[in-house]
């Protein structure tokens, strides 16, 4: 299984169908995280009352936690939609979401019954009458599907996983972070722009930013503005090839043109104006 640490985030968009999927079939549907971290459960559903008995009455969640943890290993490996019986009798679904073609959480639907399946014989095997009958009624509560309406649900289920990895609906924390801060450098650069008013608003420490610009991009702050502005003004001359250097660099944000002079020739390797020349020319 990769290992790397992700925080995973769905799109309000994903988190409607999850919602919609779970109340449609009366399922739990879970988001787990890479780590096996519970992240969410479709309408913030409780766990059934079969589950909770079971695992809360009778002492069964380490068991419960590590079936999951084995059943995410398997998804990870096998890259593929599975449903399997749990040790208490429940039938379970589980699949990987992929980012970026790698592993980065699991989603799983449970609880539930195929119709002609048998009421786990353990459950007679308890000694505790009322706590017998309390576990039957509890089972016979649950959701049940045929086999045929099973294969439709996990045709359902395996569609929904694919949407969401061509869609790119689901995105790691690292990803929503960039995403967030060129979101905002987008936004402001053509005006006074300061990395304290950005981690504020982003509701982020200056120094998580700053390490994670320099842990995943290999860069600072100041000079992915300057990379911003200076693409801009590439975009600005190919759009108005007669535009003067001091009319790009005010369109990109930069308040001083010859800064903004030496800043473009020391990383484009061409003076400004002779960038500009191959527009007019081709013109």
């Given at each position: 299984m990769n290992t790397r640490s992700v925080d995973l985030f769905l799109s309000d968009e994903v988190q409607t169908l999850l919602d919609d999927f779970a109340?449609?079939?009366?399922?739990r549907v879970t988001l787990f995280s890479l780590t096996g971290e519970r992240l969410r459960r479709g309408k913030a559903m409780r766990n059934c009352e079969f589950c909770r008995i079971l695992q809360e009455d009778m002492g069964k969640l380490d068991r419960c936690l590590s079936l999951d943890q084995l059943k995410q290993s398997e998804a990870a490996e096998y890259h593929d939609v599975s449903l399997y019986r749990c040790h208490a009798g429940l039938y379970e679904g589980i699949a990987p979401i992929c980012v970026h073609g790698k592993?980065?959480?699991f989603l799983m639907i449970g609880q539930f019954t195929l119709d002609?399946?048998?009421?786990?014989?353990?459950?007679?095997?308890?000694?505790?009458?009322?706590k017998r009958?309390?576990?039957?009624?509890?089972?016979l509560e649950l959701p049940s599907f045929s086999q045929e309406k099973m294969d439709g649900i996990l045709g359902l289920f395996k569609t929904l996983i694919d949407y969401i990895a061509?869609?790119?609906?689901?995105?790691?924390?690292d990803d929503r972070l960039r995403q967030e801060i060129d979101r905002y450098?987008?936004?402001h650069a053509t005006g006074a722009i300061r990395l304290p008013e950005m981690a504020k608003k982003l509701r982020r420490s200056v120094s998580t930013i700053s390490q994670f610009l320099r842990r995943n991009y290999h860069t600072n702050f100041?000079?992915?503005v300057i990379e911003y502005r200076l693409t801009?003004?590439?975009r600005f001359w190919k759009a108005h090839p007669d535009a003067s250097v001091a009319e790009a660099a005010f369109a990109a944000g930069f308040s001083d043109q010859f800064y903004f002079s030496r800043v473009f020739r020391k990383r484009r390797g061409v003076p400004p104006g002779v960038f500009r020349a191959q527009f007019r020319g081709r013109r």
């Open positions: 109340a449609l079939l009366d399922v592993t980065a959480g002609e399946a048998k009421m786990p014989e353990w459950i007679d095997g308890i000694e505790d009458e009322k009958e309390e576990m039957r009624r509890a089972y061509v869609r790119e609906l689901a995105v790691v924390q450098i987008e936004k100041k000079d992915l801009q003004a590439e």
